[in-house]
């Protein structure tokens, strides 16, 4: 919470009940960002602790306060996921974000002006020299500006979104630029919420331009869009072996799709794994969709296609990334939180995520989720 203009934090307390189980957390402040790490994981039965000591606990958790800006920013370094707004480019997000790291660590203590030596006294007239220092107007922050500028930080983002796509969004701060390269290059499944509407039609695909054409949509049946759907991810299935680079009738291929691993050789046109309905209410449709090496004018263009081999037209009101590898909404930054706090505390929970299976996984599309989060823990613990 807030108090008189400054973050202070404490240790969370007990939350006991009989017969439950309970997480023991400790709040780790460093200057004004908050770190909840777990410490325990107890079993309470009737109203007593079984397995843990609270003033163990307590007295074993290392809590540091800091207070500067260098030190705060020294952490600032590694991969974090934001929520990236529809209808704000990348680079917008990037600049915002900057931004608000650099009023953040303004507002901590920053490093006093240097100091200015002078040296008062004439060595011909044999008086006494004398050494005078004060602070330094040549270096105050009234004079040459904040200590922290917009150039002290190197960030960029991993994919690029879309400005009309909103969703998931990597970004890298002062580091990680290897990893989210490799992140990239490991073609990761990406997946789509796609928000249409059918017996319209733009020159964009979408809402924004000026409607070019109206068709009927009462024939549309949920059954007709499975069927179509179903025929989409069959061929980009037969595509997928194609760019994997082995005949589709053949041992290899057999082995591989045994295996779950039909991934490209090298880049690749856009593959989608899996489309499905997840909504219908006509005219309005929803779909959710998992492919790789997609743009969004692909996106735009599959939903008005949809719509022309089911005799109408559709428009795409949304697309939406909900989920990047082992990286989805859930961990991403709303731009309420894009503030030093919340950004630092990001980096602790990326940071278990991006282990070897996520850089270099077998499948694009068979992830056990829980697994790799749980290999990345015991990674992080040892």
């Known amino acids: 919470y807030k108090h008189g203009g400054s973050h202070q934090f404490g240790v969370l307390g007990v ?11 400790v709040a780790l402040l460093r200057g004004r960002v908050r770190f ?53 480019s990348c680079a917008a997000v990037r600049q915002t974000l900057i931004g608000n790291l650099c009023r953040d660590l303004n507002e901590m203590e920053v ?44 960030m960029a983002h991993g994919i690029k979104l ?8 990597l970004m890298r701060v002062n580091g990680g630029y290897h990893k989210i390269k490799r992140l990239c290059d490991s073609n990761q499944l990406r997946t ?13 695909h979408t809402p924004l331009s000026k409607i070019v054409e109206k068709a009927t949509y009462r024939h549309i049946t949920a059954a007709k869009l499975e069927q179509l759907l179903g025929s989409i991810q069959s061929s980009y299935q037969v595509q997928a072996f194609k760019y994997a ?34 909504e219908l209410d006509l005219p309005y449709f929803t779909l959710e969709l998992s492919c790789i090496h997609e743009t969004e004018d692909y996106l735009l263009q599959l939903v008005h296609e949809i719509g022309l081999h089911l005799r109408s037209c559709a428009i795409c009101h949304r697309v939406r990334l909900i989920r990047y590898g082992l990286f989805n909404t ?11 706090e919340y950004i630092l505390r990001n980096i602790e929970d990326c940071r278990q995520l991006v282990n070897q299976e996520l850089l270099e996984p077998k499948s694009p599309h068979f992830i056990d ?14």
């Open 15 to 25: 939350c006991a009940a009989q017969r439950l189980s309970c997480n023991f957390c």
């Open 36 to 88: 909840l790490f777990l410490v325990a994981l107890c079993s309470i039965k009737g109203g007593v602790l079984l397995q843990a000591n609270v003033v163990d606990i307590m007295a074993n958790a290392s809590l540091q306060t800091v207070t500067h800006a260098a030190e705060a920013f020294q952490m600032l370094r590694g991969i974090f996921c934001v929520y990236k707004p529809a209808n704000i």
């Open 111 to 154: 490093r006093p002006p240097t100091d200015f030596v002078s040296i008062e006294g004439s060595v011909s007239n044999g008086a006494q020299l004398t050494v005078k220092s004060c602070p330094s107007f040549a270096d105050h922050p009234l004079i040459v500006g904040p200590r922290y500028q917009p150039e002290d930080f190197k």
């Open 162 to 169: 879309g400005k009309y796509t909103s969703g998931v969004l």
């Open 192 to 204: 789509y919420e796609l928000r249409g509407e059918f017996g319209k039609a733009s020159d964009t």
């Open 245 to 278: 680079g082995v005949p589709l009738n053949s041992q290899a291929a057999f082995e591989m799709a045994a295996k779950d691993t039909v991934r490209p050789a090298d880049k690749s046109p856009p593959l989608v794994y899996n489309i499905r309905c997840v």
């Open 330 to 340: 859930n961990l991403a930054l709303l731009r309420k939180h894009w503030t030093l």
């Open 369 to 382: 989720l829980n697994e790799a989060s749980r290999s990345s823990c015991s990674e992080t613990d040892s």
